[in-house]
């Protein structure tokens, strides 16, 4: 009964993700797109935030990057997908280990800063560059001939996320993951099981670079051109909130979280609820587009002071228990053995 | 195998270290031993590599590894444990067996990442050393669960099955058998020996407990005040007179200041029990059934070696820590339940140990903040600081002065200044003679006596003899229990020598 109770929930979340979407206008795709996209953002802060435990107040400048390279290598250069992918998380790496070289030197509340400069820099110069990022126009940036259509992009980017799920899966159950939770708990402790600092505290700035460069091209596709407005602070802001309320360390989390906040605006609309407020007494009208900077320091301070676990401590059960196979005979009771005071 | 060659370190203005040489033998078990304070986990840093010294070098395996970084220094074979518990809290035992192979790993960090098909396998592999590594050190039954709450001598277990794991050529051990009863501590002998014979290792520790270290060492150094004090045999090291001075001070016999018994009590402590953390998986007791009474304006000194219980019989007192069950009755009312700062108020004021000065603010902000709850009766306050003036001159010719850049005396005095800036009626003072030299710590006890002498009652922890001629009774504790009570000359020198070092030969 169980079984066919695990196997239901699990058919509805693949009908929800895999059927639901194909029974939808490709305008409202774009949005669940855009969703998937968010969830890879989610995983890049979280490798960050949740892994190496360093802040970034700038993650609008890493997927801006992404976003414009990508542009970049496909309207100017005419170069294929790959290959404009491959280039974007070359550079992607490349700016997020210049970064990470930086936080080796400067920590905590000032490396908050050096983060929020640099987001906020990108913003106002770096995507102003007119030869680069085609100025305030912005860049165009089609998507790949064979995934021209909207539910079509939508799989990619799903498989896109796949990759990533595996990637941070496989690096936190591998020797990379451990280094990094050591060093979080304890420096000392780290080195003295031969972690190196330096060394892994790169590895994460890297590969969340990685993550998020891909995310920022899916992004540009997506659209299909880049403007450097997109990327403001309060962009950096919704990215580490989304990530945090989602839950540090918890991929299914983060997932959710990321999702959710992209969907917000939406639902918002689809919803109504913007109309529902505004015909309170008292309430401004609310744009829906604020809608996540509304509910994000809400569900910030929740999640700080009822759910330090955020999404993710409460799906935590759920997933339990969709793992759970009840055909395999039941984990033995532990034994209550007492401390064994001699040793072989 | 190991050779440490006059290496010294100071920080702050204080000799931490000074021109201290240790060698270690292939497959030897050397113990390092000295009070409080003397320098034995800056040594330790030295050799693991956490903290460069001024001067002096580290060779190990004939290689002069001065200039590598700790992570460098595990990967050439040195594992370290730590004073207090070295291991990834919040995670399972497996999971910190697992973080410890990091170097056992055959697959880059990047071919992990990817989740390589090679990963996959070496990963099997990692996870059932892991679990032969538990089997061996008797832990396959908590393997699974966190490492947080586990008892203390469990968690010591699991942080030297972390060590072998970095597969160790030497292994620093930092207090191996603090926590650990007689018993267990006897058992740990043999496991030493065993892990010795089994893993091929070396063995250089850090031990109060001296007769574990003449049962179970090679070859003892004692370090006093950053110095090599004496090494060689363990039996000729703990005879060695200024091994005993070092840890005991002086066989001065003790001024009998007596005669307090016609005196009331100010606090009785009643059956007390004390352990850390909470939850399912608190530690074993620390403070087991302890009752005394502190009489009224008396001075009583509490005696033992590190991890006897001292500092949190005083804690208790203060409120730092509540105790699990029995009472505490400070004049004539119960405070069991008060918390520190409501305390304070009562009359009762904790100079804790080692200072605890605020070093970036000078002598008289810190005064300053001692008198907290008196900051809106200026008379009060001008009276304390009048009363620390006179009884500490040499603070008030520093009062501008910032309070980390004096010397250990004087932040020592400063420490007790602050807290008389309360207007405490019991003044608790742990450590006071902590890295001071005798004619220091002799001058700091004589402000004490003044500031008994003007009605304040003194509760004194220390490990050595120096307080005796300053107190009026004397408990000695060894682990958790009161083994002794008597006057301050009922306590001598010859008693307390058994009990630190063992019988001597």
Redesign the interface.
């Known amino acids: 009964m169980n079984a066919a109770a695990r196997g239901a929930v699990l058919a509805g979340l693949v009908g929800l993700v895999v059927v639901f979407p194909l029974t939808r206008s490709g305008i409202e795709v774009n949005v669940y797109t855009q969703a998937v996209i968010y969830a890879i953002v989610g995983l890049s802060l979280n490798v960050l935030l949740g892994y190496a435990g360093q802040i970034s107040l700038g993650h609008q400048a890493f997927v801006g990057i992404g976003a414009f390279t990508a542009a970049y290598m496909t309207s100017v250069h005419e170069q294929n997908f790959v290959a404009a992918i491959g280039v974007t998380m070359l550079v992607g790496a490349a700016q997020a280990l210049l970064l990470g070289l930086v936080s080796l030197r400067i920590t905590g509340l000032y490396f908050a800063l050096v983060t929020l400069t640099y987001g906020t820099m990108a913003e106002s110069s770096l995507f102003n560059i007119n030869s680069l990022t085609g100025g305030s126009a912005g860049q165009a940036a089609p998507k790949p001939a064979a995934f021209a259509s909207d539910h079509r992009y939508y799989f990619l980017c799903l498989a896109f996320l796949a990759v990533v799920l595996?990637?941070d899966?496989?690096?936190t159950?591998?020797?990379?993951?451990?280094?990094l939770?050591?060093i979080r708990?304890?420096r000392?402790?780290?080195?003295?099981?031969?972690?190196?600092?330096k060394?892994?505290t790169l590895?994460a700035f890297v590969?969340s670079g990685v993550f998020a460069s891909v995310a920022g091209a899916l992004l540009a596709y997506n659209t299909g051109s880049v403007v450097a407005s997109q990327f403001t602070f309060q962009l950096a802001l919704v990215f580490v909130i989304m990530t945090v309320v989602g839950g540090l360390r918890s991929r299914a989390g983060v997932v959710v979280g990321s999702v959710f906040f992209a969907l917000t605006g939406f639902l918002f609309d689809k919803l109504h609820l913007a109309a529902a407020f505004n015909a309170l007494p008292l309430v401004p009208a609310l744009p829906s587009n604020l809608a996540p900077l509304v509910l994000g320091p809400l569900l910030l301070l929740f999640t700080l002071t009822r759910h330090p676990g955020g999404f993710g401590e409460l799906l935590r059960p759920i997933g339990r228990w969709l793992r759970t196979d009840d055909t395999a005979p039941r984990a033995r009771p532990?034994?209550a053995?007492p401390?064994?005071?001699?040793?072989? | 195998m190991l050779e440490v060659e006059g290496c010294s370190v100071s920080f702050g203005g204080i000799r931490a270290l000074r021109d201290v040489s240790v060698e270690v033998g292939e497959l030897e078990i050397v113990g390092i031993i000295g009070p409080n304070g003397a320098g034995k986990t800056t040594l330790f840093d030295v050799i693991s590599g956490f903290r460069r010294p001024d001067a002096g070098r580290v060779r190990f395996r004939g290689v002069d590894v001065t200039d590598l970084p700790a992570h460098q220094r595990a990967a050439a074979g040195m594992a370290r444990a730590f004073q207090n518990v070295g291991l990834i809290r919040g995670a399972t035992v497996r999971t910190n067996l697992l973080a410890a192979e990091h170097l056992a790993a055959r697959y880059t960090a990047t071919a992990g990442i990817l989740g390589l098909p090679a990963t996959w396998a070496d990963e099997r592999r990692l996870s059932r050393r892991a679990e032969t590594l538990a089997e061996i050190l008797g832990l396959t039954y908590v393997l699974d669960r966190k490492v947080d709450g586990l008892p203390y001598g469990i968690l010591k277990h699991i942080e030297l099955a972390a060590v072998l794991a970095t597969d160790p050529d030497l292994v620093l051990l930092d207090e191996p058998t603090s926590g650990m009863g007689p018993g267990e501590t006897a058992a740990f002998a043999d496991v030493l020996r065993e892990l010795r014979r089994s893993f091929q290792i070396t063995v250089l520790m850090i031990e109060h407990n001296v007769p574990f270290v003449s049962a179970v060492c090679d070859h003892v150094y004692c370090l006093d005040f950053g110095e090599t004090l004496a090494a060689g045999k363990p039996e000729a090291v703990r005879a060695d007179p200024d091994v005993v001075e070092a840890y005991l001070g002086k066989d001065e016999p003790a001024r009998c200041l007596g005669a307090a018994a016609a005196r009331d009590p100010l606090v009785v402590v009643d059956n007390i029990q004390v352990s850390y953390g909470a939850g399912p998986h608190r530690s074993p007791p620390v403070l087991r059934d302890l009752s005394f009474d502190v009489l009224d304006s008396e001075r009583l000194v509490l005696l033992g070696l590190n991890g006897a219980g001292k500092t949190t019989t005083l804690a208790v007192l203060a409120g730092l820590l509540h105790p699990d069950r029995g009472s505490i009755v400070f004049a004539g009312r119960d405070v069991t339940a008060l918390p520190a700062a409501e305390r304070v108020a009562l009359g009762i004021t904790l100079v804790p140990e080692g200072r605890q000065v605020f070093p970036g603010l000078s002598v008289e902000h810190n005064l300053r903040l001692g008198a907290w709850l008196h900051r809106h009766d200026d008379r009060h306050v001008a009276e304390c600081r009048a009363r620390v003036r006179r009884l500490f001159p040499r603070l008030a010719r520093r009062g501008w002065q910032r309070a980390g850049t004096l010397s250990g005396g004087e932040q020592q005095m400063l420490a007790i200044g602050r807290a008389l800036m309360a207007g405490p009626r019991l003044l608790l003072i742990d450590e006071a003679s902590l890295g001071l030299s005798p004619a220091i710590t002799r001058s700091v006890f004589r402000m004490v006596d003044e500031i008994n002498a003007e009605g304040v009652t003194v509760v004194l922890v220390e490990q050595g003899t120096a307080a005796l001629g300053h107190a009026d009774r004397a408990l000695i504790l060894e682990r958790g229990r009161i083994v002794h009570r008597g006057t301050s000359t009922e306590t001598d020198h010859a008693s307390l020598r058994e009990r630190y070092l063992g019988t001597p030969v």
């Open positions: 595996y990637v899966w496989r690096l159950s591998t020797k990379a993951g451990r280094a939770l050591a708990q304890d000392r402790v780290a080195a003295s099981f031969g972690a190196d600092l060394r892994y590895i590969v532990r034994e053995r401390p064994v005071e001699s040793h072989a």
